[in-house]
């Protein structure tokens, strides 16, 4: 498996911060300090703040993305946002899976394959995130549960459509506890992912698919995360709402 075949994407999950006028601003602050970056960088934020971000983005290195999409065209769903909408506002990142839509708003398997099919359907870019609870880490089924997530969100997704997606695997006790895996540990587990994706599709697909760690990636901890042969990246929480320290993290991704 070779790193050098992958670009890094390092993508900022904004989760529910800032207004419109604020996302300027730190979209403006974070503009010089990435732009000469070796590495997709992506912004996702909440949906109103979407029209300030991609406008503050205009013309720079900086992708906008969301946190999230339903998956139908549209309907009585009050309070959802479609695939469709987004990609009509210039959205073509999204975010699926997150655990804090999986454990506050009863996102499923399910769902998350559903709202993965809709983003793709739109012609959007996924990062599709994965990860196990602390209870199933200590009971060793850390990658059963990760694959069972992984592959029920990929079925029916082609060897073609799966260019545009990104795993994002996010150990639930590691995301805004400060406690993150150890360089091993995110190692470990991006690497059964990608072996996984070689198994599903095959070697070369899984050669070229970008998985991102993330849960408290930070300034301090990038290099030796971003290091690691099997992390592509990160998807990255606290630290994406401060510009030195998402910059930071952008530096450790463009080595
Ligand atoms: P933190 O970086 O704040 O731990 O959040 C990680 C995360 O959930 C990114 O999606």
Redesign the pocket.
Known sequence: MNKSLRKAVIAG?W?MNKTPAETTALINEIKPLVADADCDVVCCVPYVDLFAALEAAKGSNIKIGAENCHWAKSGAFTGEVSAEMLKACGVDIV?TG???RRTYFGDTDVTVHDRTRAALDNGMTVIL?VGEYLEQREQNITMEVVSSQVKIALAGVSKEELDRIII?Y?PVW?????KTATADQAEEVCKAIRELIAELYDKEAADKFVVQY?????AKNADELLGKEDVDGG??????LKAPDFAAIVKAASK
Not at 174 to 178: D, M, V
């Open positions: 999950n989760k975010i997150h655990s804090e995130c994002a996010e590691a995301i805004g506890t400060g993330g849960g408290s990636m930070n998807l990255i929480g606290g630290a994406s």
